[in-house]
C-alpha cells in the first residue's frame, strides 16, 4: 500500500512529466538573410500526429522566399492534444521571409537585369544570357530580378 506522502509525490512526479512531455521546438534555416515580415500559423495533424499536417505553403507570404521555419508545440497546442485525447494535435508553425537582397547597397544596379512579369520563355533565357554577359565583364555577380506590376 502506497502512503500517502508517497501517492502526493507520484502525482506530483506525473503531473509535472505530463506538462513537459508535450512541448518540442525545431528550426530550418534555409541559408537566406532572415527579413522583418514573418507569418505564423496553426497546422493540423490527427491521432497523435500519425496523420501528418498539410505543406506550409507560404509563397504568396513571401515574395524574396523563406529564411527560416520554426515548428513547436506549445503549451496550448499539448493542452487542446490532451482535451481532444490526442485525436486533434495542432502545432505551431512560425515562417520567416527571406530579405530582399535587390534593396542591399551592395548590389550595383549596372549588374540587375530586370524580367517584367508575363514575359515569355526567349524573353527570360534573353535576360539569363544578358546577366551572364555582365557578370563574365564586370567579374561580380549579375542578378535577374523578376518584377511584378504594382496592383
Known sequence: MIKR???????????????????YHATIDTGL?????????????????LVPPSVVEAQSECENGVARVETQQSFINGLVNVLTGGIYTPMTV??????DDMSSAAVDSASVVIVPYGSD????????????????AAEQPAYVQFKRDSL
Open 94 to 99: 512560425i515562417v520567416t521571409c527571406a530579405a
Open 121 to 136: 520563355y526567349e524573353e527570360i533565357m534573353d535576360a539569363f544570357g544578358q546577366a551572364a554577359d555582365k557578370a563574365v
Open 5 to 23: 506522502s508517497q501517492g502526493s509525490f507520484l502525482i506530483v512526479v506525473l503531473f509535472s512529466l505530463f506538462l513537459l512531455a508535450g512541448c
Open 33 to 49: 538573410a532572415p527579413g522583418h515580415k514573418t507569418v505564423e500559423m496553426w497546422k493540423h495533424s490527427w491521432i497523435y500526429g
